[in-house]
């Protein structure tokens, strides 16, 4: 079995989605979550879904080899990002090259960087007036900020959509693509890059 370790620091409802997801596969499966906050929300996900869960200090995980050695521990061979907002230290980058995948809620390189992360991403969107947005998933290189996409879907923003309904929108991008996406890259198997859901640009 190829084995993933998921890190959130949130809700974890896309950590949910991805335990649900492989609990049938016979090829993957998820060994532990990883959290760096002790009262976040994924962790009652973990404690109900019987998936091993793991908390670790930020300074600890940037600072120590410690997140390093539990990966190693588990037998880790993906990292899983999802709502994940530590910068992962270069060692674990070097160790897991190439196979460590981010999502992001926005189209990057739009309304990406330091900061920008959960809703924070849709008020912005809706404050641009954007016409799109979607998601992007990546792997996570040396350079940080600078992974190589590997996959995009569109929704389109309505004129009267709030930052609650681009995030809605965009949630249920997210349900329904990462799952897959990880299992397409984990597999090696081809996969469309990118995926516009609903007309864009159409008025
Ligand atoms: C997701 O929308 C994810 O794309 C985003 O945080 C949310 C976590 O939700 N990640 C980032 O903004 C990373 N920069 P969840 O905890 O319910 O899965």
């Known amino acids: 079995m190829i084995r993933l370790a998921i890190l959130a620091s949130g809700s974890g409802s896309n950590a949910e989605n991805i335990v649900k997801y492989f609990s049938h596969s016979d090829a993957v499966e998820v060994a532990a979550i990883i959290s760096n906050k002790a009262d976040a929300y994924v962790l009652e996900r973990a404690k109900y879904l019987r998936v091993p869960s793991y908390v670790m200090s930020r300074a600890d995980m940037v600072g120590t080899d410690k997140l390093l050695n539990l990966l190693r521990e588990l037998k880790t061979d993906w990292v899983i ?5 530590v910068l992962l230290p270069e060692s674990i980058v070097n160790e897991y090259d190439g196979k460590i995948l981010n999502i992001h809620p926005s189209l990057l390189p739009k309304f990406g960087g330091k900061g920008m992360y959960g809703d924070k ?3 912005a969107v809706v404050a641009a007036h954007e016409k799109e947005s979607g998601i992007t998933i990546h792997t ?3 350079n940080y900020d600078q992974g190589t996409t590997v996959f ?4 389109r923003v ?4 709030n930052a609650e309904k681009v995030a809605q929108k965009v949630h249920a991008l997210e349900y329904k693509f990462y799952p897959k996406v990880i299992e397409d890259m984990i597999l ?3 996969f469309e890059r990118v995926v516009a859901v609903e007309p864009i640009g159409k008025d």
């Open 121 to 123: 991403v849709h008020e």
């Open 152 to 155: 995009q879907a569109k929704i």
């Open 188 to 190: 090696g198997r081809d």
């Open 81 to 85: 990002l999802a709502g994940f907002l």
């Open 158 to 161: 309505e004129p009267l959509d």
């Open 140 to 142: 996570i290189d040396t």
